[in-house]
């Protein structure tokens, strides 16, 4: 699906490997100095330079003199191209237009009901939204190198298609990527939602310190579903089948409580937010919290924000719904934690809006149930981008796509001299 | 600790890893004619060809003209070195000596106490062993181009020594690379007894057919301890701190039993080898078993094969007994299916003596378990190796290490002309 123009024969692959190499490295450390590429890549100082040259001249890069210095340094020219973003998620669709350096330029967004409306008809509302980003930016058509799609299942990624969702009637191998792939001249890329979350924690959240640059971590979204996106290496690691990750249907032994899947006792229908929800309304109804009573009697729902503010005020029966719902969470983690040993956890989700509460019994059932050399240095933090974080990692999937080693050197032969 | 002599400021990179190339490429896929490696490297044909004659010249290569042909094929000269590896378990020092294809020669073991026996004890026995297979193979000082050495425990890869051991008194810290280099004076690598299993399985088990070439795949071994070997696109991933894999402390949830560790109701003090027998002497004790207690009556200790043995004679008890154990171990692979999703998991270890039955619980289990997209082409298949595996596995550490890119430049210095 996400093929880059038709030049398959490509005959100047180490004209299109160096030119890669050396964006690469100045798109994930730039602004750099020549010297400080020569020095990275151990290439020639006059190889360094001719390729900077070819570079500039493409307008993939810019040149800045920083004050008081006399020499140029190298960036990418972010204003160069743009990138959109989709993320499609259960109640809610988001589009953002991005610059080559992933950040958000404009974004717009509405409702969805995933499990009533059909994929033609959310996707041609993506479209439109798309549209009418580039229309709001004065953009041509070629401006656009890539656009990005996340959706929250299962994705077979080179084929650009759902596999499995859970609960999106119609969606099940629907052609996302091709159905877009012929309303726009550029590449198309789909993928999981939490595989695109990782790479904006990567790039610009909670991992993109240097501390965390390759290495390997875990993005736990904890929403009405839960699932997580896993980083090895810098890369996002997928599974055969594309299923890796897929977190939310773990099974909590012993627990019976029946989930959307068919299963039962799953993490997601435990301590989902959708099974949080339930158990507040539940606790209001049944005059356990007042707190929750009151909310539910003014005709309003009780979100994760309600559950907040009620465990603030002393709620008890917040204070616990919460502490439960992280100490579940925790629970399976701390298997994970076992088998996997990441340096980082990052927690996004709406059930992030529970508070440091939620955190701190995620932690405190990780720290207790793993072992101790898999918990030294273990870090587990809230997501820096939360709901940005899918629209911007759908972003940073087409950078990487686009901007990898041999794509750049078609893009050179493509960008107007 | 595992330097590879002391040339660090080496002039000639590019050599090394050309000839490192060229020299993987035969290991992984060989014999082969030189046609192939030019097509498989994408170097020229005058360039393959200088470093062939360089290769055999230094005696790393070996070439062979199929019956029928005329052309010669390269291989690896498997006899222009050695290699030793040495497996550590609970009860056993297991030590080979393999050629450059990983293959035993000859071997050497006896039991060992690693809770009563002191490190330097149970080393200067290893070193005993390898003396001895370098004495009967007739083989000189500089015949030896490593040592691996597997332990299980937790290791610290990087500074060759066990960290947080559960059970081995003494070893924490204890710094086996350093006192195996003073007695060798090859390269001494230290790992984890399941990651040297799970590289057997790679390149000589049963995830050494192309299906499953550059495959991330698990190897659990289910014995005393139970624990995971992870290889993530045909290499180790060690996680964090090296504790990747500790599979054996996953806590099943409400399970109270105490393991060693100090928690409750993890998956080997539940379901390992020694909780199996202990159930078994219980079930004899109290009648419930006919066969085990005659077993036990004769004076005979209850081992894996006494429980087959059992089942196959079709002595309830003994059936229950093995496939609960199977479904536990299932129920927590189970779960770290639907994280990792992997093509392939590889059952090793004792507890496999258990028989067929053992190996479909645990399949069944997970199959019960994990999503349907998770375990859509998923193979659970018990190890080629057995107790080879990790002897093998300590040699294939070894030679991934020595013959890495970098290092061939310099064996090709080191060895004659």
């Not at 390729?51 to 004050?67: A, C, F, N, Q």
């Not at 953002?96 to 969805?112: K, M, T, W, Y």
């Not at 759902?162 to 198309?188: I, K, R």
């Not at 507040?280 to 005709?299: I, K, M, T």
């Given at each position: 699906m996400h093929?880059m123009g038709?030049?398959?024969g490509?005959?100047s692959?180490?004209?299109?490997?160096?030119?890669?190499?050396?964006?690469?490295?100045?798109?994930?450390?730039?602004?750099?100095y020549a010297n400080?590429?020569?020095k990275?890549t151990?290439?020639?100082k006059?190889?360094?330079?001719?390729y900077?040259?070819?570079?500039?001249?493409?307008?993939?890069?810019?040149?800045?003199?920083?004050?008081?210095?006399?020499?140029?340094?190298?960036?990418?020219?972010?204003?160069?191209?743009?990138?959109?973003?989709v993320?499609?998620?259960?109640?809610?669709?988001n589009?953002?237009?991005c610059d080559?350096?992933a950040e958000?330029i404009?974004?717009?967004?509405?409702?969805?009901?995933?499990?009533?409306?059909?994929?033609?008809r959310i996707?041609?509302?993506?479209?439109?939204?798309a549209?009418?980003l580039?229309?709001?930016?004065?953009?041509g058509?070629?401006?656009l190198?890539?656009?990005?799609?996340?959706?929250?299942?299962?994705?077979?990624?080179?084929?650009?298609?759902?596999?499995?969702p859970p609960?999106?009637p119609?969606?099940?191998?629907?052609?996302?990527a091709?159905y877009?792939?012929?309303e726009?001249?550029?590449?198309?890329f789909?993928?999981?939602?939490v595989?695109?979350?990782?790479?904006?924690?990567?790039?610009?959240g909670?991992?993109s310190t240097?501390?965390?640059?390759k290495?390997?971590?875990?993005?736990?979204k904890?929403?009405?579903?839960i699932?997580?996106?896993?980083?090895?290496d810098?890369?996002?690691y997928?599974?055969?089948?594309?299923?890796?990750g897929d977190?939310g249907?773990?099974?909590?032994?012993?627990?019976e409580?029946?989930c959307?899947c068919?299963?039962?006792?799953?993490?997601?229908a435990?301590?989902g937010?959708?099974?949080l929800a339930?158990?507040?309304?539940?606790?209001?109804?049944s005059g356990?919290?007042?707190?929750?009573a009151?909310?539910?009697g003014?005709?309003?729902?009780?979100?994760?924000e309600?559950l907040a503010r009620?465990?603030?005020?002393g709620d008890?029966?917040?204070i616990?719904l919460?502490?439960?719902?992280?100490?579940q969470?925790?629970?399976v983690?701390a298997?994970?934690?076992n088998?996997?040993n990441?340096?980082?956890?990052?927690?996004?989700?709406?059930?992030?809006?529970?508070?440091e509460?939620?955190l701190?019994?995620?932690r405190?059932s990780?720290?207790?149930?793993?072992?101790p050399?898999?918990?030294?240095d273990?870090?587990?933090?809230?997501s820096a981008l939360?709901?940005?974080g899918?629209?911007?990692?759908?972003?940073?999937l087409?950078?990487?796509?686009v901007f990898?080693?041999?794509n750049?050197?078609?893009?050179m032969r493509?960008s107007?001299?």
């Amino acid at each position: 699906m996400h093929t880059m123009g038709s030049s398959d024969g490509d005959d100047s692959t180490n004209v299109s490997t160096t030119a890669g190499k050396i964006f690469k490295i100045i798109r994930d450390h730039g602004p750099l100095y020549a010297n400080d590429i020569v020095k990275r890549t151990g290439l020639a100082k006059s190889t360094v330079s001719e390729y900077l040259e070819r570079l500039l001249s493409v307008g993939l890069l810019r040149d800045e003199i920083p004050e008081g210095s006399k020499r140029r340094r190298l960036k990418v020219a972010e204003s160069a191209g743009y990138v959109v973003g989709v993320a499609l998620g259960q109640t809610r669709l988001n589009v953002a237009l991005c610059d080559l350096e992933a950040e958000i330029i404009d974004s717009v967004g509405g409702p969805v009901d995933l499990v009533r409306e059909t994929p033609d008809r959310i996707l041609a509302r993506a479209v439109d939204f798309a549209r009418e980003l580039e229309e709001r930016a004065g953009l041509g058509p070629s401006a656009l190198f890539g656009l990005g799609f996340s959706l929250p299942s299962p994705v077979d990624y080179a084929q650009g298609f759902p596999v499995n969702p859970p609960v999106m009637p119609g969606w099940d191998h629907f052609p996302v990527a091709s159905y877009l792939a012929q309303e726009f001249t550029c590449p198309v890329f789909v993928d999981n939602d939490v595989n695109v979350m990782a790479l904006a924690e990567r790039d610009k959240g909670a991992a993109s310190t240097p501390a965390y640059r390759k290495a390997s971590f875990m993005l736990v979204k904890a929403g009405s579903g839960i699932g997580a996106g896993i980083v090895i290496d810098g890369e996002i690691y997928r599974g055969a089948k594309g299923a890796a990750g897929d977190i939310g249907h773990i099974g909590i032994d012993g627990d019976e409580t029946l989930c959307r899947c068919g299963n039962r006792g799953c993490l997601e229908a435990v301590a989902g937010g959708r099974a949080l929800a339930a158990a507040a309304e539940a606790a209001a109804a049944s005059g356990r919290s007042p707190f929750l009573a009151e909310v539910l009697g003014r005709g309003n729902a009780v979100d994760m924000e309600t559950l907040a503010r009620g465990a603030a005020s002393g709620d008890e029966t917040c204070i616990q719904l919460i502490c439960l719902a992280g100490s579940q969470i925790g629970n399976v983690m701390a298997k994970l934690v076992n088998f996997f040993n990441p340096p980082l956890i990052v927690i996004s989700g709406s059930l992030v809006k529970l508070g440091e509460r939620f955190l701190a019994s995620i932690r405190e059932s990780i720290y207790h149930r793993s072992t101790p050399l898999a918990t030294a240095d273990l870090v587990v933090k809230k997501s820096a981008l939360l709901e940005r974080g899918a629209t911007m990692g759908a972003a940073i999937l087409v950078l990487d796509e686009v901007f990898s080693h041999r794509n750049v050197g078609k893009l050179m032969r493509r960008s107007p001299g």
